[in-house]
């Protein structure tokens, strides 16, 4: 009571202005007001936003009643609750509709901000289960915000009866509001959704449709751009632009960010609850359309406009393959506004090799320069005459130089090619590998069946030996009478160098040619790869094994892990799989998990883009002009025979009897794929394994990688798309984009210790091993036939091959000891 008269006395000015106001009111009525209702205005209420409180319905009161912050126009409470304490439900009206209650916050819909001034709030008591991730950080914007990785909800259903009250108020505000057209009924998360998430996917939006409460689409419109954009999807940035038209506070920024994740969610929460993944995919694309072209007819031309100029390809400059490292006309067409870097290139060359060609354009002079020395060439030029010269007596090891400069007359060019260094003899016995040879003969006296190995070093093949036999064994597993004596020229089985020196050389000519990006999506080139989570994996994750699949689907097995339904001994049938069922058992990027599955994925990439079989492909536009006639699909089918191939397992692939299946092989495998699935579901054309080659074929492909991408006048792919492919991921340094990387000595079982770190290479399972060291100028390719060797027992119902006991079969001995043969010197 003694706090009264202070309290008065505070009340006293607000008592007295108001007063004074009452006295100016009062006086007005005598004023001449005449009525002239202009036309020109709209209702203060726009917009019927739909809440759920997230809390029961006392606290409910508490927070919105006699809370300071927080309040809405009406509260609908739920049967069930122990808080709620009538027996039957009522509406709660805590704010008179023509006050401003704070239940929207900061928000967006339709251009306009901050809603609480323009709308009705309905909060409806309803209680889901959200978590955030423990610990999380939330510098990942993806996994910290509403929908994100890191947020947890489980939305339990709304009460029918609490419903059925909701349905008679909307319909009630609708009439009192005529200003709240169907798209102005929303949801909390509609206009804002990166704060919050409800009502809910459990939310009846359809059923406040059908009593005339709220937009909906048209199922016939929603399955006519179904149809189209499943064909061809609307970009993302499109996709975003559309959003925004129908009323979402959504930027066009082309990337899926935070803000769209958000967005795609919240619409998918209210028009397609049984999918809110938060991808732009094409029935919500469809969806958000079918929605505009219902309610915003006028808005929809220039969308579709868009889409239709968006679909058109641009026309691809016509990709000239150069012939040659350097391929350039001089002086260049578009010279640098820095003078000395004109006319100027830089080539990989070895001391006493290379050779210059010279097309003139019209041009009768130039000085051509080699490491800073004029050529002697014949000048004048004759029209239409080609001039080639050894570049014998200029050349040093390595980088050299090549400058161009007065040409004349006025307006003329010449045209100057290099080559790329090709492969030469050793000249004389420059190493000392007898180490390495004594290491080997052991081994092959000792049962290991054989091998075939070539080092090249500086552009020369310093050693190519073949050690022991080809064949040892009789379809039976007994030793032959007279085994096969391994040649210099054995073709042998390269299993997964088949992902090297087929899919990466292909992926890389392909990128070089514009064909094809690293962050290309690959439903973009494969529309029908969609469905859990596909549609988001792009080329660049297949490569480094990230985009999420297990190891392997052993198609050729009914009893494979995934069931009879994945069982596949078609390549038709296993492509479907491949891009329709096989699960992805991880998500995407979370970790490198080494998987056969990427790269067939990867190799039916590379025959979409082709429309060329991969075989076809490699065969006919890398291996053939590169003068390659030994590295093949399928060789036996293409005039090889068995006798010029390694063997491999001794009784097919049943590891000795332990193993059967559907039409399994039990005989010695000479020139057949041995790995199942690509011999069985893919009928011997595959992106991981089905490549045969001798080590005279393989030294050129990895003389191609040394050369940074060419051979002779053939370029296979770009310097900086080798880069790309051969640098190390994030994720894990021995591991680019499908090449295998030594890093900094944590493969040396592979590489050896020796290894520059930017040595590249890969294995191959049936005892093959590829290095590349361009630190060193050095290639080493190791053929072995180890699986050709008996299956033996080991511990806990396990089994290996004899071969695997071999320092041979192990690769780091026999890579080590090249290295110190060869540094040594």
Same mark, same amino acid.
């Given at each position: ?19 004074? $106001? ?11 007001? =005449?009525?002239? #209702? ?38 609908? #409470? ?16 805590? *704010?008179? =509709? ?7 916050? @900061? ?6 901000? +901050? ?13 889901? =289960? ?32 609490? !419903? ?9 505000? $609708?009439?009192?509001?005529?200003? !709240? ?40 419109? *929603? ?9 061809? #999807?609307? @970009? ?39 999918? *809110? ?38 026309p691809e400059a016509e990709f000239a393959e150069p012939l040659g490292q350097v391929d350039s006309l001089f002086p260049e067409p578009e010279p640098s506004e820095r003078k000395l870097v004109n006319d100027r290139k830089a080539f990989k060359a070895y001391a006493g090799e290379g050779e210059i060609i010279i097309d003139s354009q019209d041009a009768e002079f130039a000085e051509i320069y080699v490491n800073g020395e004029q050529l002697n060439i014949q000048q004048p030029f004759a029209p ?57 003969? @052991? ?18 093949? !310093? ?27 054995? $073709? ?46 792009? *080329?660049?994750d297949l490569l480094t094994h990230t985009a999420g699949y297990g190891p392997e689907v052993r198609f050729f097995e009914r009893d494979n892990k995934f069931g009879e339904a994945f069982f596949s001994q078609n390549k038709a049938r296993t492509v479907e799989l491949l891009l329709h069922e096989v699960p992805l058992e991880i998500g995407r990027g979370i970790k490198p998990v080494y998987s056969d599955t990427g790269f067939l994925l990867l190799g039916v990439l590379v025959e979409r883009l ?55 092989? +039990? ?9 199942e699935k690509a011999y069985y579901a893919m009928q011997g054309v595959a992106g991981h394994a089905g490549l045969f080659s001798d080590a005279s074929d393989m030294a050129v492909l990895t003389q191609v990688l040394l050369n940074r991408g060419g051979y002779g006048e053939q370029q296979v792919f770009a310097p900086s798309v080798l880069d790309q492919f051969s640098k190390a991921s994030d994720m894990d340094i021995t591991l680019g984009l499908g090449w295998r990387r030594a890093g900094n ?48 027992? $080991? =511990? ?18 026999? !890579? ?7 540094? @040594?010197?």
């Amino acid at each position: 009571m003694k706090l009264e008269p202070v309290f008065f006395f505070l009340l006293r000015p607000f008592v007295l202005v108001n007063i004074l $106001l009452l006295t100016l009111l009062v006086g007005c009525t005598s004023l001449p007001i =005449e009525q002239m #209702p202009s036309k020109s205005y709209n209702h203060r209420v726009q917009f019927l936003v739909m809440h759920f409180t997230a809390i029961d319905y006392q606290r409910s009161v508490n927070a919105l009643v006699k809370g300071p912050y927080v309040s809405s126009h009406y509260l609908i #409470p739920e049967r069930f609750d122990d808080s709620y304490p009538d027996d039957e439900l009522k509406v709660l009206q805590l *704010v008179d =509709e023509q006050h401003r209650a704070w239940h929207a916050g @900061s928000s967006y819909w339709q251009g306009r901000n +901050d809603l609480n001034d323009q709308s009705i709030g309905i909060e409806i008591v309803n209680v889901p =289960e959200c978590e955030r991730e423990m610990g999380h950080h939330f510098s990942d914007p993806f996994n910290g915000n509403e929908h994100g990785d890191g947020r947890l909800c489980i939305f339990p259903d709304y009460d029918p009866e609490q !419903i059925a009250l909701l349905v008679k108020l909307s319909k009630a505000i $609708l009439e009192r509001h005529p200003d !709240i057209g169907p798209t102005q009924v929303v949801g909390h998360s509609d206009i804002t959704p990166s704060r919050k998430n409800d009502p809910g996917p459990r939310f009846p939006w359809y059923q406040l449709y059908k009593e005339g409460i709220g937009a909906w689409y048209d199922n016939e419109t *929603v399955n006519h751009y179904w149809q189209q954009f499943t064909k061809a #999807p609307p @970009s993302l940035g499109l996709v975003q632009a559309a959003l925004r038209t129908y009323g979402y506070g959504i930027e066009e920024t082309g990337r899926m960010d935070a803000q769209t994740l958000d967005t795609l969610s919240a619409f998918q929460m209210h028009f397609l609850p049984w999918h *809110v993944s938060g991808e732009a995919s094409d029935k919500t694309a469809a969806t958000l359309f079918a929605l505009i072209d219902k309610y915003f007819p006028e808005r929809l031309t220039s969308l579709m406009e868009r889409y239709n100029k968006e679909q058109i390809a641009e026309p691809e400059a016509e990709f000239a393959e150069p012939l040659g490292q350097v391929d350039s006309l001089f002086p260049e067409p578009e010279p640098s506004e820095r003078k000395l870097v004109n006319d100027r290139k830089a080539f990989k060359a070895y001391a006493g090799e290379g050779e210059i060609i010279i097309d003139s354009q019209d041009a009768e002079f130039a000085e051509i320069y080699v490491n800073g020395e004029q050529l002697n060439i014949q000048q004048p030029f004759a029209p239409d005459a080609q001039y080639r010269y050894s570049l014998a007596r200029r050349t040093r090891d390595g980088t050299n130089h090549l400058r161009v400069e007065n040409v004349q007359p006025e307006g003329a060019s010449v045209r100057v090619r290099i080559p790329y260094p090709v492969l030469q003899p050793s000249e004389g016995e420059k190493y000392d590998f007898s180490a390495l040879d004594s290491l080997i003969n @052991s081994e092959i006296e000792q049962g290991y069946p054989g091998a075939v190995l070539l080092v090249v070093k500086d552009g020369q093949v !310093i050693k190519h030996s073949a050690y022991g036999y080809k064949r040892l064994y009789d379809d039976n597993g007994g030793l032959l009478p007279k085994p096969q004596a391994m040649s210099k020229d054995t $073709l042998f089985d390269m299993a997964s160098n088949t992902k090297m020196f087929a899919t990466n050389f292909a992926l890389m000519k392909l990128m070089t040619e514009g064909k094809l990006s690293f962050n290309d999506k690959v439903s973009r080139h494969i529309p029908e790869f969609k469905g859990q989570g596909r549609a988001a994996i792009r *080329v660049k994750d297949l490569l480094t094994h990230t985009a999420g699949y297990g190891p392997e689907v052993r198609f050729f097995e009914r009893d494979n892990k995934f069931g009879e339904a994945f069982f596949s001994q078609n390549k038709a049938r296993t492509v479907e799989l491949l891009l329709h069922e096989v699960p992805l058992e991880i998500g995407r990027g979370i970790k490198p998990v080494y998987s056969d599955t990427g790269f067939l994925l990867l190799g039916v990439l590379v025959e979409r883009l082709t429309n060329m079989s991969l075989d076809q492909y490699v065969e006919s536009q890398i291996y053939e002009p590169l003068g390659l006639h030994n590295t093949k699909f399928n060789p036996l089918r293409k005039g090889f025979v068995k006798s010029q191939f390694a063997a491999t397992e001794i009784r097919g692939n049943s590891r000795g009897g332990r193993v059967s299946f559907d039409n399994i092989r +039990d005989y010695v495998l000479q020139g057949e794929v041995h790995d199942e699935k690509a011999y069985y579901a893919m009928q011997g054309v595959a992106g991981h394994a089905g490549l045969f080659s001798d080590a005279s074929d393989m030294a050129v492909l990895t003389q191609v990688l040394l050369n940074r991408g060419g051979y002779g006048e053939q370029q296979v792919f770009a310097p900086s798309v080798l880069d790309q492919f051969s640098k190390a991921s994030d994720m894990d340094i021995t591991l680019g984009l499908g090449w295998r990387r030594a890093g900094n000595g944590e493969r040396r079982w592979h590489f050896g210790p020796y290894a520059s770190p930017q040595a590249i290479g890969h294995t191959g399972w049936t005892g093959t091993v590829t290095v590349v060291d361009p630190e060193y100028d050095l290639a080493i390719v190791l053929l072995t036939n180890r699986r050709h060797t008996p299956v033996v027992d $080991l =511990e806990e119902d396990l089994y290996g091959f004899k071969g695997d006991e071999f320092e041979l079969g192990r690769y780091g001995s026999i !890579i080590s000891l090249i290295y110190e043969a060869v540094l @040594s010197r």
